[in-house]
Every structure is written in structure tokens, then in C-alpha cells.
Nanobody, 126 residues
């Protein structure tokens, strides 16, 4: 069983930056594909960014490409999402997710992820 705990969400002004963290547990954390999803009010939950177990694949949603960076530190069992140039439309609850199937390709589909955190709220004011 893997537990994921997100942190770092807060209120920030448009144009600002935040770094989200996702602390994981479990002996095999380093083999999991990890991803960030977000759920904005009135919208479906969507894929934001992912990172393969090796760090070699890091796909991003078009809406965040060039502004957000995902990274992982397997020794600390932590995944990060650096968010720059934040926009009001980035306001959402951000969720960390883990796919326990080792793979070089990162899935963007929610059903492929086995473990989820409870989320952290990011609010971007205009």
C-alpha cells in the first residue's frame, strides 16, 4: 500500500510561483510512474504532468507546458511540481497519483493510476 500526501498549495497572485510536493511511502516508490492531476470548479479532473520512474519521460498538458516542471527525488520518495507564471485558470485542487506498473511511457489517463493523495488547493487571484 502506498500513501501520498500533497503539500504546498496556497493563495497566490497571478504571475507568481508555487512548488507543490507529494511525499510518498512504500519500498517500491522509486519504480512508480508519478503524476499530477487537477480538478477545477465546474470542470473534469485533468492530467497536468507526469514523470516516469527513471525521470526520462515528463509529459505535460498543453495548458501548462513551459510554465510547470515536474521532478522527482526517489531517495526522498517525493515528487515536485514547480509552477511558474501562474494564471487564475490554474486555480484547482491538485492531486498526486502513482501508477504501480513500471513503464517508460507516462499515462495521462486517470484509471491507470492506482494510488491518489487527498489533494492540495491552489488558488490564483487576478
Amino acid at each position: 500500500q502506498v500513501q501520498l500526501v500533497e503539500s504546498g498549495g496556497e493563495l497566490v497572485q497571478a504571475g507568481g510561483s508555487l512548488r507543490l510536493s507529494c511525499a510518498g511511502s512504500g519500498r517500491t516508490f522509486s519504480y512508480y510512474t508519478m503524476a499530477w492531476f487537477r480538478h477545477a470548479p465546474g470542470k473534469e479532473r485533468e492530467f497536468v504532468a507526469g514523470v516516469s520512474w527513471s525521470g526520462g519521460s515528463t509529459p505535460y498538458a498543453d495548458s501548462v507546458k513551459g510554465r510547470f516542471t515536474i521532478s522527482r527525488d526517489n531517495a526522498k520518495k517525493t515528487v515536485y511540481l514547480q509552477m511558474n507564471s501562474l494564471k487564475p485558470e490554474d486555480t484547482a485542487v491538485y492531486y498526486c497519483a502513482a501508477d504501480r506498473t513500471p513503464a517508460q511511457e507516462v499515462s495521462v489517463m486517470e484509471p491507470d493510476y492506482d494510488y491518489w493523495g487527498l489533494g492540495t488547493l491552489v488558488t490564483v487571484s487576478s
